[in-house]
Structure formats: C-alpha cells, structure tokens
C-alpha cells in the first residue's frame, strides 16, 4: 500500500508547494502585463537556503532600449533588516523589488543574495524563498482558515490558529459569526481591507519566506485597526529581510532604513531621524506631504 501512496503523495506536496508559491507570485505576474522572458541561465544552480543578505551594485535597467529606469542603484541589506522604500510615483521603486526576485535581467551591475549572483541559480529556487504581498490582499473562496492556510498547505488548524495569533488577527476572526470557519469569497467581502491584510500577515507568516517583498496598502484604515497591524507586521518582519514600499508613517518609522528614490536612483538612504537631520527630500516630503505618507 506504501508503494500505492508513493506517487500521490508526491504529487500532493508538488501541488501543495506550488500553490504556496502561487500564492505569493501570481499577484505579481497579473500586474506585469507583459510576457515575462526571464529563463534560466546554462548551468543555473539551486539557490541554497536563504538567510537574507541582499546586495545591488551599480544595477542599471530598463524596459526598453535607451529608457533607462535605474541608473547606478547600489545599496547592501543585512540578513533580517527591513527597508522603507519611498518616493514619488515612476520613481522606480517597483523595479527594484521586481528585480530583488528576478522578474527581469540586468543592464548591468549585479545583485547579489547571500554574495551569490542571482543570474548564477535558477528562478523557482529563488523565488520560492521569497514572499511577495501586493497591494490587494489576496483573498479566495473558501473559510478564513483556508485562505491563511494558503500560505503552507500542510499546516494544521493549530499552526493556522498560532500564526493569526502572532500577528494580531486571532481577535477579529473569533469576532466573525463562525470564527475560522467563516466563508468569505474572493471580492473579501464582509471583510475590511484592514481585516484582509491582516490574514495576509497570517498566511505570509505561515509561508516563512526569508525575503519578504510588501507593496504595502493605501487603503484608509480606522485607528485601532492601524494599531493592529502595525504590531502584526513588526511580528511578520521579525527574523527576515523585508523591503517594502511603504505608505504608513508608522511603518516607514519602524524600518531598519528608509531608501528615497527618484528618478532611477537612490537619493537618500539612513533611518528616519538620519534623513530628518539631513533635511533634504525625506524631510521634505514628511514635512509637506505627512498627508501622503499616512
Ligand atoms: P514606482 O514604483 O516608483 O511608482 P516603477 O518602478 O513602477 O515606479 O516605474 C518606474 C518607471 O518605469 C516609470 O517611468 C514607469 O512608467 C516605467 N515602467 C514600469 N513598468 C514598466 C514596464 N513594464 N514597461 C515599460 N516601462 C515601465
């Protein structure tokens, strides 16, 4: 009978690691609306586990020819530090992390994770380390439970519950009429965009990806749901390397470094009190925009 099980088995934890990796990916994929070319280079390796080290060094890219997008980036993250991106629309900020887990290749420079070149190791051993969490929270048909379950499908309904714990979302579920068995569809409905980031925390956490990419929601959220997630994403980001392009004061505060960028460059890069004491573009934007930056 072991030898029955054998192939189905396998096939399981194919379909369930994939999903995984959906999950986190597809976002991403639906908001590149073009053919994504980027194959495996000749003798790509596995990418080894990941502990979090990123480094971009004199990266330039462009979509097209003779548009350049990023002109000379460089900067270095240190395993479980989490960077700020901000600045103005067009900026290039989603670039770079569309970069950080190879959606595109190089003009020239190099990237590299862990001090290895991520040209050198193939695509799915990278990205399934990494955790991607667009704007929109994803949310499917199916209870709250399966929806954070997404994030590893061979969880169990106590990993599931532990992981809502941590980052705050335990409360609001067990708030809903039929608590973790609550069905909600895709539209997330019934559910507040503050209530479906924070299953997204949940998922994410439960995924444990070593880099965590977020494009971190604009959607207005009332006081006390702001505090929630403000403590269940410090939670989330604990342990991992995180870039995230961030909207919330509390956020962009909260972060190791925050990384200005305008027009395809780094302009500005320290914490938060670094940049104020610079007065330069970050100083000026939360001195004049604090509306934005909320
Ligand atoms: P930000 O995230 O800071 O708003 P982006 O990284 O999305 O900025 O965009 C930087 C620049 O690259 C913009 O001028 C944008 O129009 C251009 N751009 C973004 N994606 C594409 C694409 N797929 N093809 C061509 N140009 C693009």
């Keep these: ?22 999950s986190y990916l597809e976002r991403i994929f639906e908001t590149i609306d073009e053919e994504v070319t980027v194959k495996d280079n000749e003798g790509a390796t596995e990418m080894p586990p990941i502990v979090g080290d990123v480094e971009f060094r004199d990266v330039t890219f462009s ?13 270095h993250v240190k395993p479980g530090e989490t960077y700020a991106i901000v600045g103005p629309t067009g900026a290039g900020k989603s670039t770079i992390i569309n970069l950080i887990s190879r959606f595109y290749n190089l003009d020239s420079g190099e ?20 955790g991607v969490m667009l704007q929109d929270s994803f949310i499917f048909s199916g209870t709250i439970m399966d ?5 590893n499908m061979e969880a169990s309904n106590e990993e599931v519950v532990a992981a809502a714990k941590t980052v705050c979302a335990h409360d609001f579920i067990m708030g809903l009429e039929n608590g973790y068995d609550t069905e909600v569809n895709e539209r997330g409905s019934r559910l507040s965009a503050g209530q479906r980031q924070l299953i997204s925390f949940a998922r994410a956490l439960l995924a444990d990806p070593k880099i965590l ?13 702001e505090i929630l997630l403000q403590e269940g994403l410090a939670k989330l980001l604990a342990g991992r390397t995180s870039f995230i392009i961030a909207h919330r004061l509390s956020t962009i505060k909260n972060s190791d470094k925050i990384m200005y960028v ?9 914490n938060h009190d670094e940049l104020m004491a610079l007065e330069g573009k970050y100083y000026d ?10």
């Design 213 to 225: 990419i977020l494009d971190e929601a604009t959607s207005s959220i009332d006081t006390e749901t």
């Design 147 to 151: 929806n954070i379950r997404y994030g």
């Design 111 to 130: 990237l590299f994770i862990d001090g290895i070149d991520i040209n050198s190791v193939t695509i799915k051993s990278l990205r399934k380390q990494m």
């Design 1 to 22: 009978i072991g030898r029955f099980w054998a192939p189905i088995n396998t096939l399981a934890s194919f379909y369930n690691s994939l999903l995984t990796a959906m």
């Design 285 to 294: 934007l939360y001195m004049s925009q604090y509306d934005f930056l909320r």
């Design 262 to 270: 305008d027009g395809g460059q780094i302009i500005e890069l320290g």
């Design 63 to 75: 979509y097209e020819d003779g548009v350049p997008i990023l002109n000379g980036v460089s900067f």
